[in-house]
């Protein structure tokens, strides 16, 4: 559906539309993040097969923190967005209890999985750390 189409639906579901398009672009974001973090795991892969063989190639080898890191910025981005968007949701008035419960833990499972996210990243930042010293 092309813009002057959207245009032309009413302001509620032109909202709607617009949180369903970004809600696609960070999914998107979260599948290139999990790519990042699967060429992260391969090169992981490569390392270990280096400590084993001398070989030239392993020299050129790309860093994996900064690649790790990448991606879970871009997951945290995402996640983010979804928190936020859950947390929208609630400043709703709400009429059914039971949906009202729902979306109270929907938004309570997303700020669990967004709060481990940015353990894991204050962990990769951690290993930076280390290395430098």
Sequence with gaps: MDETATNSLPVE??????IIDQSKINIILII?????SYYATDLDKQQLICTVKDNEECDCLPKVLPVRMLSSIMI???????????GNILEQPQDD???????K????????????????FTLLLEDDAQLED
């Design 105 to 120: 833990l929907n938004h309570l499972s997303n700020q669990l999985v967004l709060a481990a996210a940015v353990i894991r």
């Design 97 to 103: 209890p039971k949906q009202c419960r729902k979306n």
């Design 76 to 86: 945290i981005s995402a996640l983010l967005y979804f928190t936020n968007l859950t």
């Design 32 to 36: 290139a993040a999990t790519i990042l």
């Design 13 to 18: 579901t032109q909202e709607q539309v617009n």
